[in-house]
């Protein structure tokens, strides 16, 4: 064989040796690609846990306990005074519906009369209805020491005069007696928002009597009954006296 040829071969060989190496290579690539495995994240799940019977009952009886306990309106507060004290007349104005005293929060009203504040205030719990009097220092006594409690520690609501007694109270006298030219039935009645302190010492509910003309309404007498109901006095407008009227016994 001349050299011509063997360099020929040689070449060949190198070629088909080369081809051969490219493609192992390649098959195993492919291989090796098929062999992996993509790699999976597992899944945490979380159990919720499911409440007990001891848990449900425990809400009830929350949602219970919130419903009992209902705030009473300011209006119902005030009744609850006039409940004590009676209706004589006094003026009950709220001056804070939020005061908070210790762990309670109470409405807190101021009570007067025609001339003056009787103190002290008087506070109303918001849940229980609990009465209590409240000094200018912020302390708080017992609602039986405040002046308007009844002495004999009766509530006002059995054993008040109101103003609807005092009405039927002057209804017991005659057109006369009143200086009326007719029976009271006859008028129209409106009470004053307010006691009145007759000769300075007595209080007294007011009633002023008028006459419905239709188009208008002519003022006919004011009378004044104490809130005990035992004295009845027509104020005399031209002399400015009250003249205490005989009542029937």
């Known amino acids: 064989m001349g050299k011509k040829h063997k360099k020929i071969w040689?070449?060949?060989?190198?070629?088909?040796?080369?081809?051969?190496?490219?493609?192992?290579?390649?098959?195993?690539?492919?291989?090796?690609?098929?062999t992996e495995k993509p790699t999976q994240t597992p899944l945490t799940v979380t159990a919720t846990p499911t409440p007990t019977p001891t848990d449900a009952?425990?809400?009830t009886e929350e949602e219970s306990s919130n419903e009992t306990t209902a705030v009473i309106s300011s209006e119902s507060a005030a009744k609850r005074?006039?409940?004590?004290?009676?209706?004589?007349?006094?003026?009950?104005e709220l001056v804070n519906e939020n005061l908070a005293v210790g762990k309670k929060t109470y409405y807190e009203f101021q009570i007067s009369d025609s001339s003056e504040i009787i103190s002290p205030n008087v506070l109303v719990e918001k849940i229980s209805g609990e009465l209590l009097g409240y000094n200018n220092d912020g302390s708080t006594v017992e609602f039986s020491t405040h002046p308007l409690y009844p002495a004999d520690g009766n509530s006002g609501e059995n054993s008040a005069f109101t103003k609807e007694d005092a009405l039927n109270k002057?209804?017991?006298l005659t057109a006369e007696t009143l200086n009326l030219a007719k029976e009271l039935d006859n008028y129209t009645i409106i009470f004053?928002?307010?006691?009145?302190?007759?000769?300075?010492?007595?209080?007294?509910?007011?009633i002023n009597?008028?006459?419905?003309m239709g188009d208008r309404m002519n003022f006919m007498g004011?009378?004044?009954?104490?809130?005990d109901g035992?004295?009845?006095f027509r104020e005399d407008s031209v002399e400015e006296k009250f003249i205490e009227l005989e009542q029937v016994h």
């Open 170 to 172: 002057l209804k017991e």
């Open 230 to 232: 035992r004295k009845i």
């Open 81 to 92: 005074i006039l409940g004590v004290i009676g209706e004589r007349g006094y003026y009950i």
């Open 222 to 227: 004011r009378y004044f009954v104490s809130v």
């Open 10 to 34: 040689l070449l060949v060989m190198f070629v088909v040796a080369l081809f051969t190496m490219t493609a192992c290579k390649g098959k195993s690539d492919t291989d090796s690609k098929e």
């Open 209 to 212: 009597v008028y006459e419905d």
């Open 57 to 59: 009952a425990q809400e």
């Open 192 to 206: 004053d928002d307010w006691s009145t302190k007759v000769n300075d010492a007595l209080d007294c509910y007011g």
